[in-house]
């Protein structure tokens, strides 16, 4: 009886999702090919999609966006340079998670598009909203105007909020207050202001670095009071 014999050689398997990190993904455009399923920024469909695309014989007819960078830790993190091609570019960006061998394929997991400028820089322009919170009258014609800031996953960050009068009886100089990412809470004084005289301001945020501007409230009414309100005259302190 004949008898096969297997030869004695040992077969390497690549493991590109071993250890615990994330996997990055990049490609010209503003849909990422992951497998068979084409993901597209939410931003533009105001919710997550994802759209099966198969071409003869169930095979995709698009290829897929290639990985540009991993890493196993949740204690590394990525550095990455981006190429000539992407100069002057609309860029899709994916993060995905990885653990055990296995990829999160099951749903885009942070997706974001990218307008990169000839130079290198992100010209996405904020994207973040704000809300307006109060407008306290303090003395000297101060007004201090607060407000909530939500910031988005994409494009960039302000660095600054800038008080700007657009009517009243005077000129002010523009005010401003630094913001750090992550902040919800923003406080701006204005500059002394006429008293019992009304104003028009708005809040503009502003990114130093690449000379980004949103005007993110508009047409806040503030009255000064010269000589602020009354300080209180008495008042009790309750337990709850």
């Not at 960078?69 to 550095?79: F, G, H, T």
């Not at 204005?190 to 130093?208: G, H, I, M, Q, W």
């Not at 690449?210 to 009071?225: K, Y």
């Amino acid at each position: 009886m004949a008898q096969r014999v297997r030869p004695d050689r040992t077969a390497f398997n690549a493991r590109p999702f071993d250890g615990d990190g994330v996997s990055v993904y990049a490609t010209i455009g503003e849909a990422v090919q992951y497998r068979q399923l084409r993901c597209y920024n939410g931003r533009r469909a105001g919710k997550r999609r994802r759209i099966t695309i198969k071409g003869s014989a169930g095979q995709p007819f698009v290829r897929k966006t290639s990985r540009i960078d991993s890493v196993a830790s949740p204690d590394d993190s990525l550095v990455w340079t981006i190429p000539a091609a992407y100069l002057g570019q609309t860029v899709t960006f994916d993060v995905r998670r990885f653990a055990d061998d296995v990829e999160n394929d099951s749903d885009n997991y942070r997706a974001a598009t990218v307008a990169i400028s000839a130079g290198g820089d992100d010209e996405t322009g904020i994207l973040g909203t704000a809300t307006p919170l109060s407008l306290e009258v303090r003395a000297g014609g101060i007004v201090r105007i607060r407000l909530a800031y939500e910031e988005s996953r994409e494009g960039v960050q302000p660095t600054v909020f800038r008080a700007m009068r657009t009517a009243g009886p005077s000129s002010p100089s523009s005010t401003t207050a630094s913001y750090s990412p992550g902040q919800r809470l923003v406080e701006i004084d204005t500059a002394a202001l006429l008293d019992s005289s009304p104003y028009t301001f708005k809040v503009r945020a502003e990114n130093a670095l690449g000379s980004v501007t949103l005007d993110v409230l508009t047409g806040i009414t503030v009255e000064a009071d010269a000589t602020g309100p009354d300080a209180p005259s008495s008042g009790s302190a309750e337990a709850i």
